[in-house]
């Protein structure tokens, strides 16, 4: 009986890369479910893309993630999009079609509201306070209101992008939504019940950098969620916690999103706990 020696390749394209920790949960899946299978980082510099997504179909992969820079310059070479990611303008993850066309999806926001269902906390009826306007925002906001939140407000420090997301929002969800500029010190507003920090204000290496809101404005019992996962225990949930805040780390929103995507690309179920345990050996040395 001759032996298959040709591992199946999925992977992640951008720039930096460096610190991505994905495959390390990806490959902890594959090895546990017996699939050989590999997840390979590449460093994809800016203007690089199209030659990148050459190689993907000439390696025959079976799918890539895309980080920063290319979630939206990738919409040229996909042939379908899912409803999500059509609004959200940006893509991060890709499925290789055994007929040769990509499907374009976007993990981001679906893996954040999966963190709060696995925590038995429900966006239905809620009002969200969202801080930032980046990619990962983006796709937090339109989820949180596919899911069922009834406001969505979006604080940036940029009034077009923080507009813009809004006005997505509003237009293509149930939602209401509105801008807030981000001008000194945010005062969270009154009766927000979920605060999303969608920045990367506190990743690695400026571990001990805070996004500049007023913590006294968050009320006890707030759920505050962090989208940075290294440190897990970021100050901005330390000082949520403090005032008596429902803290959500990163880790969670990065497994799911992890999950989804060996999903999408392998068709079979994410062993969640196995990757779960990998990204914590990772970041909280356990």
Request: net charge negative.
């Amino acid at each position: 009986m001759s032996k298959n020696y040709r591992a199946e390749l999925v992977g992640v394209l951008g720039d930096p890369v460096e610190g991505n920790p994905t495959g390390a949960m990806e490959e902890a899946g594959f090895a546990h479910a017996g699939l050989n299978w590999r997840y390979i980082t590449v460093k994809v510099a800016p203007g690089a893309l199209d030659d990148a997504m050459a190689g993907v179909k000439a390696f025959n992969m079976r799918g890539v993630n895309l980080t920063m820079p290319h979630k939206i310059d990738v919409l040229k070479h996909i042939d379908e999009l899912s409803d999500a990611a059509r609004v959200i303008g940006a893509v991060n993850t890709v499925v290789c079609r055994p007929d040769g066309t990509l499907f374009g999806e976007n993990t981001d926001g679906k893996g954040f509201v999966q963190s709060l269902t696995d925590r038995d906390i429900s966006l239905e009826g809620k009002a969200v306070t969202l801080l930032g306007a980046g990619g990962a925002a983006r796709s937090i906001g339109v989820e949180c209101a596919m899911a069922g939140a009834r406001r969505v407000t979006v604080v940036n420090r940029s009034e077009a992008r923080g507009r813009a997301l809004a006005d997505t929002i509003s237009a293509h969800t149930k939602a209401d939504a509105e801008y807030l500029p981000w001008q000194g010190t945010v005062r969270v507003p009154e009766g927000t019940d979920i605060l999303i920090n969608a920045t990367c204000v506190g990743l690695f290496p400026d571990v001990d950098a805070c996004p500049d809101i007023d913590f006294d404005t968050v009320a006890p019992g707030t759920v505050v969620c962090d989208v940075v996962f290294n440190p897990v225990d970021t100050p901005f949930l330390k000082n949520a916690a403090a005032r008596g805040a429902i803290c959500v780390d990163g880790l969670g929103m990065l497994v799911n999103q992890g999950c989804i995507n060996y999903t999408l690309w392998t068709g079979e179920k994410a062993p969640k706990e196995v990757m779960y345990e990998a990204l914590k050996r990772e970041f909280v040395g356990q």
